[in-house]
């Protein structure tokens, strides 16, 4: 089992970068993909970035690829997504999600454990 807490969310202009983190508790984080998904007001919430259990693969939603950067650090049991050139799309509250399998999914409903979300505002 594995508890994600996210944090670095936050007000920022557009154009500007944050970088999120997010801390799992338990033991065997290394066995686990990690994921970030937002969800805006109203809206579903969808897939931005996931990474494998090793990290040697990663994956982004198509509008984020080139902005967005998904890392892990086993060791110290984070993950983290480095955001720049944030768009005012962005805005959302942005989740830090854990998957118990060797590769990580695009599909909320297939992950485990799930964050109590960070707000991040992109101001226009």
């Known amino acids: 089992q594995v508890q994600p807490v996210e944090s670095g969310g936050g007000l920022v202009q557009a154009g500007g970068s944050l970088r999120l983190s997010c801390a799992a508790s338990g033991r065997a984080f290394s066995s686990f993909a990690m994921g970030w998904f937002r969800q805006a007001p109203g809206k579903e919430r969808e897939f931005v970035a996931a990474?494998?259990?090793?990290?040697?693969?990663?994956y982004y939603l198509d509008s984020v690829k080139g902005r967005f950067t998904i890392s892990r650090d086993n060791a110290k049991r984070m993950v983290y997504l480095q955001m720049n050139s944030l768009k005012p799309e962005d805005t959302a509250v942005y989740y830090c999600a854990a998957r118990s399998s060797l590769l990580p999914g695009t599909i909320p409903a297939g992950y485990d454990y799930w964050g109590q979300g960070t707000q991040v505002t992109v101001s226009s």
């Open positions: 990474i494998s259990r090793s990290g040697g693969n990663t």
